[in-house]
């Protein structure tokens, strides 16, 4: 069994229109190998940093995201023996070639498959105002006043009327 700390540099982008690891990211990985009987079962995590848009407010995210690893690469002689027996057939198989394997796939696999369809710049964004496109975040209580001109007076009377009966309560 062994352990290894190994940094993939992706040769180029992965992942969606949405939400992507860059090209030229590094991924750090922190993996184990350890020699099974059907081949190498390699097991640790992978951490990348996703780049993105929140699909609320449309302002840039970025999400740092750690993802497990598990993976068998079989051994050719074993893996069509598997095969055979009709084992696993849903299961992508990785094979040992020539005494090596490629980590490559395995970890774009598991890196991809995590990245969020709809990522968010906070879990509660309220994105942008519908009639001007402000961010609500910004201002919470912004809305439109949908009131005439004409009455803005008149409510304004009707206010100080009330802000006077409570002074008189108290
Ligand atoms: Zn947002
Ligand atoms: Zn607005």
Same mark, same amino acid.
Request: charged share 25%.
């Given at each position: 069994?062994?352990e290894?700390?190994i940094?993939?540099v992706?040769a180029?982008?992965?992942g969606?229109?949405?939400i992507?690891?860059?090209?030229?990211?590094?991924?750090?990985?922190?993996?184990?190998?350890?020699?099974?009987?059907?081949?190498?079962?390699?097991?640790?995590?992978?951490?990348?940093?996703?780049?993105?848009?929140?699909?609320?407010?449309? +302002?840039?995210?970025?999400i740092d995201?750690?993802v497990?690893?598990t %993976? #068998?690469?079989?051994?050719?002689?074993? &893996?069509? /023996?598997?095969?055979?027996?009709?084992a696993?057939?849903?299961d992508?198989?990785?094979?040992?070639e020539?005494?090596r394997i490629d980590l490559e796939?395995?970890?774009?696999?598991?890196?991809?498959?995590?990245l969020?369809?709809?990522?968010?710049?906070?879990?509660d964004c309220?994105?942008l105002c519908s009639?001007?496109?402000i961010?609500?975040?910004?201002?919470? +209580?912004?809305?439109?006043?949908?009131?005439?001109?004409?009455?803005? %007076? #008149?409510?304004?009377?009707?206010s100080? &009327?009330? /802000?006077?009966?409570?002074?008189?309560?108290?």
């Amino acid at each position: 069994m062994e352990e290894e700390h190994i940094t993939f540099v992706t040769a180029e982008q992965w992942g969606t229109a949405v939400i992507s690891i860059p090209e030229g990211s590094h991924i750090e990985t922190d993996l184990r190998f350890e020699s099974v009987l059907e081949g190498v079962l390699v097991t640790g995590t992978a951490n990348s940093v996703a780049h993105g848009e929140c699909v609320r407010c449309l +302002d840039a995210v970025e999400i740092d995201q750690m993802v497990d690893i598990t %993976a #068998l690469f079989a051994y050719p002689e074993r &893996a069509v /023996a598997a095969a055979e027996a009709g084992a696993d057939e849903d299961d992508e198989t990785f094979l040992v070639e020539h005494d090596r394997i490629d980590l490559e796939p395995v970890i774009r696999d598991s890196v991809v498959t995590a990245l969020p369809f709809q990522p968010l710049c906070q879990a509660d964004c309220p994105g942008l105002c519908s009639e001007c496109g402000i961010h609500l975040a910004d201002d919470p +209580d912004h809305q439109h006043e949908s009131i005439d001109p004409r009455w803005a %007076a #008149l409510q304004d009377a009707i206010s100080d &009327a009330d /802000a006077s009966d409570d002074m008189k309560e108290s």
